[in-house]
């Protein structure tokens, strides 16, 4: 096989098959006055998956960010919303079907408003 060949049959390979990328998921924002605002994804997959969850007020800014999580096997993860005002955006290693996430407003230990993450 020549070099060219090679180099042909490389570049198909990248263009059918695509570039592997992190799924990304967003909720809207929400408002929760006196009450607790949560951003929690679900594993629903068979395996581990690595899972970042990034909160971020009404401006844009960055109010927490949980790294890179390592979720086990249908357990969740959570990451409370900076003056509970704002959005969350969960970034996945591998297709978002594999997860559940969204924001919830709680009062007390009861969810009251909940919106999914698309």
Same mark, same amino acid.
């Given at each position: 096989?020549? &070099?060219? %060949?090679?180099? /042909?049959?490389?570049?198909? +390979?990248?263009?059918?098959?695509?570039?592997?990328?992190?799924?990304?998921? *967003?909720?809207?924002?929400?408002?929760?006055?006196?009450?607790?605002?949560?951003?929690?994804?679900?594993?629903?997959?068979?395996?581990?998956?690595?899972?970042?969850?990034?909160?971020?007020?009404? &401006?844009? %800014?960055?109010? /927490?960010?949980?790294?890179? +999580?390592?979720?086990?096997?249908?357990?969740?993860?959570?990451?409370?919303? *900076?003056?509970?005002?704002?959005?969350?955006?969960?970034?996945?290693?591998?297709?978002?079907?594999?997860?559940?996430?969204?924001?919830?407003?709680?009062?007390?230990?009861?969810?009251?408003?909940?919106?999914?993450?698309?």
């Amino acid at each position: 096989m020549t &070099s060219r %060949t090679l180099l /042909a049959t490389t570049a198909l +390979v990248f263009i059918i098959g695509g570039s592997a990328r992190a799924a990304e998921l *967003s909720t809207p924002t929400m408002v929760a006055s006196a009450t607790a605002l949560w951003c929690n994804i679900v594993n629903i997959s068979s395996v581990v998956q690595t899972v970042r969850i990034r909160a971020y007020n009404e &401006s844009g %800014t960055i109010t /927490a960010d949980s790294g890179d +999580v390592v979720v086990g096997t249908r357990a969740t993860l959570w990451q409370s919303v *900076s003056n509970g005002r704002g959005h969350c955006r969960f970034t996945t290693v591998n297709s978002k079907t594999l997860f559940r996430a969204s924001i919830n407003v709680y009062d007390g230990g009861t969810v009251i408003e909940s919106l999914p993450a698309q």
